[in-house]
């Protein structure tokens, strides 16, 4: 976003902790909280706590009795965020309709898409051991293979970006045998060229002509062709692995 905030009201002496490890200290900071982070925000958020908060730290009483009631109505997390939203006025109308249609989606998925969820946004925000929590987090929480797959393949991604391409070469392949997506062996393929920086520019500069070649045939429509070349090259590698272990 490109506005700037100004805390206007109290600060709070104690933070409310939010699930990343991060103190929020004013009530600015929780409504940027809440709408930078819409999809991925667990209804268990909204509780007592929260209310107390509100009341005795940023004595914004009347929020915090509004929340309470809602609480004792059941109210989802749909209603809090908007609550708070409007209550803090830094958004307009559509932004807060845009928050609050994300948290909805969210309502509609099961915990393991939801834990998913959130660890896509920490992956892509760089922050990689909570993103390695969440995703270990999905693959207890659902047994669907296609699902797994994808949550593997990030999994492996999240290595890959930190330069562990080893462990990184790892997820990728148990992606590809759990999910059967060509995008995980793809990624296999490149990892183990980059592993350990111990693949010369030679084998780089190889690989890379190979993956291109692949893309074409890939492009041509001839799927059999193309999933037969990527097991022979699984092959060898899997082969030139061991051998460098």
């Known amino acids: 976003m490109s506005k700037v905030w ?25 409504c940027f909280y809440l709408y930078q982070n819409a999809e991925t925000i667990e209804e268990s958020f909204y509780n007592e706590m929260l209310c107390q908060w509100l009341k005795y730290e940023l004595r914004k009483q009347h929020l915090a009795k509004c929340l309470k009631e809602g609480l004792e109505d059941e109210k989802n997390g749909c209603w809090f965020m908007e609550q708070i939203l409007r209550e803090g006025g830094f958004h307009d109308v559509q932004e807060i309709e845009l928050a609050v249609q ?12 939801r834990a998913k969820l959130r660890g896509d946004r920490f992956l892509q925000s760089g922050k990689y051991r909570d993103a390695l929590w969440e995703y270990h987090n999905a693959l207890e929480k659902e047994k669907d293979l296609v699902f797994q797959g994808r949550v593997l393949h990030n999994l492996g991604t999240v ?4 330069f562990l391409f080893t462990s990184a070469a790892e997820y990728y392949k148990l992606a590809y045998e759990t999910g059967q997506q060509t995008e995980s062996s793809e990624a296999y393929l ?5 592993r350990d920086n111990q693949v010369s520019l030679q084998r780089d500069a190889d690989v890379t002509e190979v993956l291109s070649s692949l893309k074409e045939i890939k492009r041509s429509g001839n799927r059999a062709g193309y999933e037969e070349k990527i097991e022979q090259i699984l092959s060898r590698l899997r082969i030139e692995y061991r051998k460098s272990e």
Not at 159 to 162: D, E, S, T
């Open 6 to 30: 100004i805390c206007q009201g109290p600060l709070a002496k104690q933070p409310l902790r939010v699930k990343s490890g991060a103190g929020l200290y004013s009530f600015e900071e929780l």
């Open 190 to 194: 490149l990892a183990l060229s980059c």
């Open 102 to 113: 994300l948290a909805k989606n969210m309502e509609n998925k099961n915990p393991a898409q």
């Open 159 to 162: 290595y890959a970006r930190q």
